[in-house]
């Protein structure tokens, strides 16, 4: 379902001036982390729980679309929960500007009950191998006492990763939210519903509301 309501606002985009390149990887060096991006990392990944003595680090970057210097993730319902918010408390975002983490903070706080509805997949909830091996057992799914998700932990650490490794490899990312609004038609909508049935009607408001997003 993801990757339907990317490939629609892709569709959407293709006309426009701009040039996008799909399905964008970048290749991570490690080495800009040294210093600065470390003390950050290690930040996050301590008040998560984690418990090895070297940082897991990603090696590489996907991202839904580029355009120019801005990379693009679309966020799902799992990605919205205390684990997240903890995350967009640390030094990292205030270190950085990111001009949605302030609306990430809310969507943490109000919408968890619907990761709740989605997380609780086992390849979520438990997530790799990785996720136990570096955040500790999970309780059943569901359960968010004692040690939690650690799948969802994980996402979180690495959603962390991504913010930062994008800003220290010169990119801007920018994070669209299944929950945001746009308007349309005179009323809000959301983004969500308008790609997952996209009509031609709201394709100039949507083209709009994204390329406003290019400063």
């Given at each position: 379902m993801h990757q339907i309501k990317v490939d629609h606002l892709i569709q959407i985009l293709k006309d426009s001036e701009y040039q996008i390149e799909e399905d964008?990887?970048?290749?991570?060096?490690?080495?800009?982390?040294?210093?600065?991006g470390d003390e950050l990392l290690t930040e996050i990944f301590d008040s998560l729980g984690g418990s090895v003595h070297h940082l897991?680090?990603?090696e590489r970057l996907k991202f839904d679309f580029k355009i120019n210097r801005f990379l693009f993730i679309y966020d799902d319902s799992v990605h919205f929960n205390r684990y997240r918010l903890s995350t967009l408390k640390s030094d990292l975002y205030e270190t950085f500007s990111f001009t949605?983490?302030?609306a990430y903070k809310r969507l943490c706080r109000t919408f968890e009950k619907d990761c709740l509805k989605s997380g609780l997949q086992e390849r979520v909830?438990?997530?790799?191998?990785?996720?136990?091996?570096?955040?500790?057992?999970?309780?059943?799914?569901g359960d968010l006492s004692g040690n939690g998700s650690s799948g969802w932990k994980l996402n979180a650490y690495n959603d962390a990763q991504y913010d930062l490794l994008t800003r220290l490899h010169g990119y801007k990312l920018i994070r669209i939210p299944v929950y945001e609004n746009i308007m349309t038609g005179g009323s809000l909508k959301k983004i969500d519903d308008l790609l997952l049935n996209p009509k031609e009607e709201t394709f100039q408001a949507i083209k709009n509301w994204l390329f406003r997003k290019l400063v």
């Open positions: 964008f990887r970048l290749e991570v060096n490690s080495e800009y982390l040294k210093g600065k897991p680090l990603l949605w983490s302030d909830w438990y997530g790799p191998p990785i996720a136990e091996k570096v955040f500790g057992k999970s309780e059943e799914p």
